[in-house]
Nanobody, 125 residues
Framework: VQLQACGGGLVQAGGSLRLSCAAS????????MGWFRQAPGKEREFVAA????????SYADSVKGRFTISRDNAKNTVYLHMSSLKPEDTAVYFC???????????????????WGQGTQVTVSS
C-alpha cells in the first residue's frame, strides 16, 4: 500500500496550491479519502474528506470556502485545491484512506487505515 502526496511548497498569503495524492496497492474505489495537516507542536487535524464515489465531501470549518477536495477514481488520485491561503495553513499535509463505512464524515485520524508520507505547505505573510 502506498499513498504518495505531492504538490506542497512555499506560497505567499492569498495564493493557491494543489496537492495530489496517488494511491496504489489497494482498491481505491472502496475507500473514502481524507486530507489532514499537522503544524509544529500541534496535533494532526482534519482538513477535508470525500466519499468513495465523490458524491459527498466534508470540510473543517477553518478551510470551508477556500479548499476543495476531489478525486479521480480512474487515476487512483485524490486532490486538494487550496486557495486564499493564510499563514495559519502552514503545516505538513497528509492524505489518508478510510475503508468503506456507513458513518460519515470520518474526521478522526484513527478512522483512517492508510497514510501517506506528507507534503510541506508553507504560507508566508
Amino acid at each position: 500500500v502506498q499513498l504518495q502526496a505531492c504538490g506542497g511548497g512555499l506560497v505567499q498569503a492569498g495564493g493557491s496550491l494543489r496537492l495530489s495524492c496517488a494511491a496504489s496497492g489497494f482498491t481505491f474505489d472502496d475507500y473514502a479519502m481524507g486530507w489532514f495537516r499537522q503544524a509544529p507542536g500541534k496535533e494532526r487535524e482534519f482538513v477535508a474528506a470525500i466519499r468513495r464515489g465523490g458524491d459527498s465531501k466534508s470540510y473543517a470549518d477553518s478551510v470551508k470556502g477556500r479548499f476543495t477536495i476531489s478525486r479521480d477514481n480512474a487515476k487512483n488520485t485524490v486532490y486538494l485545491h487550496m486557495s486564499s491561503l493564510k499563514p495559519e495553513d502552514t503545516a505538513v499535509y497528509f492524505c489518508a484512506a478510510c475503508y468503506f463505512s456507513a458513518v460519515w464524515p470520518r474526521t478522526r485520524p484513527s478512522d483512517y487505515d492508510y497514510w501517506g508520507q506528507g507534503t510541506q505547505v508553507t504560507v508566508s505573510s
